[in-house]
T-cell receptor, first 115, second 112 residues
Framework: GDSVTQTEGLVTVTEGLPVKLNCTYQ???????FFWYVQYLNEAPQVLLK?????KRTEHQGFHATLHKSSSSFHLQKSSAQLSDSALYYC?????????????FGIGTLLSVKP | EAAVTQSPRSKVAVTGGKVTLSCHQT?????MYWYRQDTGHGLRLIHY???????EKGDIPDGYKASRPSQENFSLILELASLSQTAVYFC???????????FGPGTRLTVL
């Protein structure tokens, strides 16, 4: 079946250091797109990044991700973590098919940035 | 800006009782969704709808009903609430099922 696997649990990083949240996937859909959603404490999930182009870097708010279909990955990275980046991050696969489209979420990774 | 609101924001219910969670969107979107959020499971789709007066089952529909009386409103109904339904519930909307979804602020449901 279709699934999204994320770095599990909690990732702790020191402010100013780089951070990488892993996301890999398995899918039978031929046409796909990817989203990274971010959920700050007591807020709604919102889109941080989105991409449907293989090997093209997408950037927003200092974060970047590149869809690599060859390795089935869409990792999220930032060169210098900020305290305000502490949040829950979801990787999500959008599959486009003749029987309907479907959004599949990973289980989420909690990022904690420490001073 | 996209606007999805949910009510109530939190609720405590008794086992076996009926619970109704409401969602309202002003995005003029056709699609609306109900998810539940649990640690270790992420966001899981319960029901969705693409037109008023019609709903579709998502990945985990058992124990839940949905109602879409208008394009703007989408309700999630727990006829007989159970302890296992304690979770945070999110409503979302999109203009197409293949497009970005906009989420509401969530409802924290505790079943005792």
């Amino acid at each position: 079946g279709d699934s999204v696997t994320q770095t599990e649990g909690l990732v702790t990083v020191t402010e100013g250091l780089p951070v990488k949240l892993n996301c890999t996937y398995q899918t039978t859909y031929l046409t796909i797109a990817f989203f990274w959603y971010v959920q700050y404490l007591n807020e709604a999930p919102q889109v941080l990044l989105k991409s449907s182009t293989d090997n093209k870097r997408t950037e927003h708010q200092g974060f970047h991700a590149t869809l690599h279909k060859s390795s089935s990955s869409f990792h999220l990275q930032k060169s210098s973590a900020q305290l305000s980046d502490s949040a829950l991050y979801y990787c999500a696969l959008m599959g486009y098919g003749s029987s309907g489209n479907k959004l599949i979420f990973g289980i989420g990774t909690l990022l904690s940035v420490k001073p | 800006e996209a606007a999805v609101t949910q009510s109530p924001r939190s609720k405590v219910a008794v086992t076996g009782g009926k619970v109704t969670l409401s969602c309202h969107q002003t995005n003029n979107h056709d699609y609306m969704y109900w998810y539940r959020q649990d640690t270790g499971h992420g966001l899981r789709l319960i029901h969705y709808s693409y037109v008023a007066d019609s709903t579709e089952k998502g990945d985990i529909p058992d124990g839940y009903k949905a109602s879409r009386p208008s394009q703007e409103n989408f309700s999630l109904i727990l006829e007989l609430a159970s302890l296992s339904q304690t979770a945070v519930y999110f409503c979302a909307s999109s203009d197409d099922r293949g497009r970005e979804q906009y989420f509401g602020p969530g409802t924290r449901l505790t079943v005792l």
